[in-house]
């Protein structure tokens, strides 16, 4: 299973990003789907996350300014990015927990990240 993640940029304090993370390989379900970022120095932290039964959690720092969708169908993550903030500046991770077949546990998967910086 790889999940390749695209869509990070520069951009100006205020502006926006979408974040896409294309899931692919042998997979019979797709439990939840997420982003994950880390800044320098920081240790990596949830931004949204959404299950397969459609509940959806974000972290405080990004409520009301950041929408996770997932398009089930081509087993893709969006992240869209408004408002954004200097301190949204971080390397964001993809996240995906897998079936591999109907009698295996979730395995986890991450993506190799995609850099999103925010200049004030």
């Known amino acids: 299973v790889q999940l390749q993640a695209s869509g990070g940029g520069l951009v100006q304090a205020g502006g926006s990003l979408r974040l896409s993370c294309a899931a692919s390989?042998?997979?019979?379900?797709?439990?939840?789907m997420g982003w994950y970022r880390q800044a320098p120095g920081k240790e990596r932290e949830l931004v949204a996350i959404?299950?397969?039964?459609?509940?959806?959690k974000y972290a405080d720092s990004v409520k009301g300014r950041f929408t996770i969708s997932r398009d089930n169908a081509k087993n893709t993550l969006y992240l869209q990015m408004n408002s954004l903030k200097p301190e949204d500046t971080a390397v964001y991770y993809c996240?995906?927990?897998?079936?591999?077949?109907?009698?295996?546990?979730?395995?986890?998967?991450w993506g190799k990240g995609t850099q999103v910086t925010v200049s004030s």
């Open positions: 959404t299950t397969s039964g459609d509940s959806e």
């Open positions: 996240y995906a927990s897998v079936l591999l077949n109907s009698r295996s546990l979730g395995r986890d998967y």
């Open positions: 390989g042998s997979i019979f379900r797709i439990n939840a």
